[in-house]
């Protein structure tokens, strides 16, 4: 039985507690594009995604997600532990010493959901799309999803990748950009305009969607029209409109909590506006 | 000493090719990565036997390194091929965080390495790949001499699990090792025993190595020469067991003087038992235009030299004679 969409909001708020919690626990960390992705990921690992929380690094017959814009690993953690790939009592130690939970996402620490590092951007479109083919080779149908940042974008490599997979037809790739018009030094169409997004894909053979991304109907609904539309052609690009810091009054579509983490106070006035639902970590 | 012939020259980039296409035989995980360098990686034969684990992936290094690295996701086993540049410089974020850091079996393979490369000039001569890809964790660092170490260590990359740098060339060299040799990635090999240098020589400078040690023999010399093809791990035991014999070592190498081979002998030396030691390696520059062999002589990458590095060290050896 899938959760329905009011479940999966509950998961969402959850996870949206954790998040501030962590950051503020390391005073580090990346909560404003977290808080906006966390109806993508919910919606991912637990009503999108075929995949199975014991981990294993080849993914044989299951869905594959790779986070792109590493810094926004709360969210990811915290998703992680919640579909149960690790226990949700880890999620205390992110960013400290020793920890599996490092600052950005990786392999080394053998955590069990990851399956490559990212942090330096605009290299996992073609982590994906190597992940896709070897799928298109093994015979297996199941998918990729990827997730990057709108600012990522301004990376050449994302654009070699671009150009690549409607070449080769990499048909069972469903990649997000998350669309916030938010990086650390302003606002995207400051710092280096992004343009036409929609045509930009659209011109490099790409199959594009939009959603609201703050959404959790839109967001379930367009990442099955996704699913429904692989095995076409045409990898597919899904633009997702959200706001940078979504749930949190004060964090709310500015760019200046992309980084920064909250004090004790703010802590509290986050969390009054985030119900407990699944229990704190 | 060993007498060392050949017959023929082969480029060591065709010994890759030769290489890749039997372990694409011997393993169906194997797959190839281009981008645009077919002819010169020797990847035809591969790609005609095998077309649908071949990706051609345009001229874009960054993304057929990032590509590799998620094919291995699946259990693929991808060998990238460009120059060595290319493979290295242009794309070394791209190997530090989705290969090397995430400790993906890609076998990235590099040709046209070092001045050999020859006239198109120091814009694709890279003389630093050996120190950059060194210095990533567990990633494992070969340069090969001649077309069957070349052959040999393909095969052998393919059944290593892990990162691995493999150095090859352009120009067609002496083929003087055993076409039927088994590569170990890691282990020295004894060229020829010696009593009076070390002679530690990697990739084309070993039949440089072995013609310095026929003429260093004539004036009654006994050079010790050693390959090191593997880079990283690094056969210190190889190194220490031979200078206890010997008291110094010229290192010898088509790559910067620094972050090379010698660099690495020096390290060991140093922490283990301090010794004389010449460097035989570009001085710290750029290359620039003209055929392989004016640039080895004008660069001092030739036999005279590592002649002359091996008189110069045997006189700063304690207690040395001075004799020579």
């Not at chain 1, 708020?13 to 808080?35: E, K, T, W």
């Not at chain 1, 009054?272 to 229990?279: A, D």
Request: charge should be negative.
């Amino acid at each position: 039985m899938k959760p329905t969409i009011q479940e999966l909001e509950k998961t969402a708020s959850q996870i949206r507690r954790d998040i501030v919690r962590m950051v503020h626990a390391c005073q580090s960390g990346h909560p404003g594009g977290s808080l906006g992705c966390t109806e993508y990921f919910t919606a991912l690992y637990f009503s999108v995604m075929n995949h199975d929380p014991k981990f294993n690094m080849d993914a044989v017959g299951e869905d594959i997600f790779f986070l792109s814009n590493g810094h926004i690993s709360p969210v990811f953690y915290s998703t992680l532990a919640h579909a149960g790939y690790f226990d949700k009592a880890e999620l205390a130690t992110f960013r400290k010493l020793n920890t599996r939970l490092q600052g950005h996402p990786t392999t080394h620490e053998h955590l069990p959901g990851v399956r490559i590092a990212s942090g330096s951007l605009g290299q996992g479109l073609s982590v994906a799309i190597g992940a896709a083919l070897t799928k298109k080779l093994n015979g297996d149908k199941s998918l990729v999803f990827t997730l990057h940042g709108d600012g990522e974008l301004q990376e050449g490599q994302i654009w070699e990748a671009a150009m690549f997979a409607p070449h080769n037809k990499v048909d069972n790739l469903i990649s997000t950009i998350d669309v916030n018009g938010q990086q650390i030094d302003g606002p995207t169409n400051l710092v280096l305009s992004l343009g036409d997004l929609h045509a930009k894909w659209e011109a490099f053979g790409w199959d594009v969607l939009e959603m609201k991304g703050n959404d959790m109907a839109d967001v379930v609904k367009t990442l099955q029209l996704a699913k429904s539309r692989t095995g076409q052609g045409k990898p597919i690009m899904i633009l997702m409109h959200t706001e940078m810091g979504y749930g949190v009054d004060f964090m709310v579509g500015s760019h200046k909590w992309h980084g920064v983490a909250p004090n004790d106070e703010q802590l509290q006035l986050a969390l009054g506006q985030l119900e407990e639902t699944l229990g704190d970590y | 000493m060993k007498k060392y012939t050949y017959t023929e020259k082969k480029d060591t980039r065709s010994g890759f090719g030769a290489g890749l296409l039997e372990a694409g035989r011997k393993n169906d995980q194997v797959v190839a990565l281009c981008a645009d360098l077919i002819g010169s990686l020797k990847m035809n034969d591969f790609i005609k036997e095998f077309p649908g684990r071949f990706v051609q992936v345009g001229i874009a290094e960054a993304n057929m390194m990032g590509i590799a690295a998620g094919m291995t996701i699946g259990g693929k086993i991808p060998f990238t091929g460009t120059f060595a540049n290319f493979s290295t410089g242009r794309v070394y974020d791209q190997i530090r965080q989705s290969i090397a850091y995430s400790n993906k079996n890609v076998k990235i393979c590099a040709s046209h390495a070092g001045l050999t490369l020859g006239e198109d000039g120091a814009t694709h001569q890279i003389l630093e790949d050996i120190g950059l890809m060194k210095m990533l964790p567990g990633m494992t660092v070969i340069n090969t001499c001649d077309y069957n170490q070349t052959k040999a260590a393909t095969l052998a990359i393919a059944e290593y699990e892990g990162p691995v740098y493999l150095r090859f060339g352009r120009p067609v060299v002496p083929i003087f090792t055993d076409p039927d040799q088994k590569f170990e990635i890691g282990k020295a090999w004894m060229v020829n025993e010696g009593a009076d240098v070390s002679i530690f020589a990697t990739g084309h400078l070993v039949w440089q190595a072995i013609l310095a040690g026929e003429i260093l023999a004539e004036e009654g010399i006994d050079a010790e020469i050693i390959n090191i093809h593997t880079i990283k791990p690094l056969d210190a035991e190889a190194v220490l067991k031979s200078i206890a014999k010997t008291g110094c070592v010229v290192t010898a190498e088509e790559h910067n003087r620094l972050g090379g081979l010698g660099d690495s002998i020096a390290q060991v030396l140093a922490t283990h038992n301090p010794t004389p030691q010449e460097y035989v390696a570009v001085n710290d520059s750029f290359g620039e235009s003209g055929t392989p062999e004016q640039l080895m002589t004008k660069y001092g990458l030739d036999a005279e030299h590592i002649v002359l590095a091996a008189k110069k060290v045997m006189k700063r050896k304690q207690n040395a004679v001075i004799s020579i």
